[in-house]
């Protein structure tokens, strides 16, 4: 696997950052994560407006021509289905300080790891899913590589037997340990708003424009814990795992247990949507 890494690209074995770097020290850092069909990046230019407000939030300014860069890792590692991975972090410095140095020289990596795109519908299977307390920081929009809290979350559903946790801050779903939740009642599509409680995912927004074009209401609301366990179908979606349906939910099956109608219709347009980016419409 080639990466890149301040400037220049090279084999990942030979990728190293020292050890005094902040992200490395403090987490002191944003990421960002495309996913890319057949060569072809998926809202590429959402993604980098998102990093670039990511590293506005943590006061980092960085010079780099991310097209140039994603485009030439895209290539260097074959241009098939690929998730490209881009972490900045505000690099090394001589001494541990938390306040932020002078000078900053920041470290700028990025990686493309192979990925397996949802290509049958029919083979998807629900996941089963815990609702937990949101007990992370009030600035979710930033998408920083301080990952502790969802990390944690990920294996506390893990450790419930569940694929995923649905958070819940004061009595409201605000989003997944890794990815945003839709919930379906009433042919009605409910998603948290964008705001510091989630980050706003590119997924999602695209989703919420595929089904408002299939004709459905969308509601950008924080949905209720009577309105989760209420839901026709619930559904995760983030860049590497798409639109996801969750049929059991703190060990019960939501509505029938069965994967909903709306969640096919809307991953029947993704599809599309990923079709068309590939022959290039
Ligand atoms: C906390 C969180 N919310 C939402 C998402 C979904 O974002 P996107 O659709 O841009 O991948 C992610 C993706 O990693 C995430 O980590």
């Excluded at 020290?25 to 959402?46: N, S």
């Excluded at 990596?109 to 029919?122: E, G, I, K, R, S």
């Excluded at 998408?143 to 559903?157: D, F």
């Excluded at 009433?186 to 999602?204: E, Q």
């Amino acid at each position: 696997m080639s990466v890149y890494l301040n400037g220049a690209f090279m084999p990942v074995e030979e990728a190293q950052v020292s050890v005094l770097d902040r992200g490395f020290l403090f987490g002191d850092g944003v990421y960002e994560v495309i996913p890319v069909y057949a060569g072809k990046p998926l809202r590429l230019e959402q993604h980098l407006q998102r990093l670039q407000q990511s590293l506005d939030a943590i006061k980092l300014t960085v010079q780099e021509d991310w097209v140039a860069i994603v485009t030439d890792l895209i290539e260097l590692n074959g241009g098939g289905n690929l998730s490209v991975y881009l972490q900045i972090t505000r690099g090394a410095e001589a001494k541990r300080d938390h306040a932020l140095p002078e000078s900053v020289f920041p470290t700028i990596f990025a990686m493309a790891n192979p990925f397996t795109p949802v290509q049958d519908l029919d083979a998807v299977k629900g996941i089963k899913a815990i609702t937990v307390e949101d007990n992370r920081w009030l600035q979710c929009f930033i998408k920083s590589i301080c990952l502790q809290p969802n990390v944690l979350l990920k294996q506390q559903a893990s450790e419930a037997g569940a694929q995923d946790a649905i958070l819940m801050r004061d009595g409201l779903v605000t989003e997944a340990a890794a990815a945003n939740v839709f919930i379906v009642k009433d042919r009605i599509v409910y998603t948290a708003p964008k705001n510091h409680l989630i980050l706003g995912g590119i997924t999602r927004d695209l989703v919420l424009e595929l089904v408002r074009e299939a004709g459905f209401e969308v509601r950008e609301e924080s949905a209720s814990r009577e309105l989760l366990e209420a839901a026709d179908e619930v559904w995760i979606s983030s860049s590497t795992r798409e639109i996801v349906p969750v049929t059991e939910l703190d060990g019960k099956p939501v509505a029938n247990g069965e994967i909903g109608p709306i969640w096919y219709t809307a991953m029947q347009h993704y599809q599309t949507y990923k079709q068309q980016l590939i022959a290039g419409e």
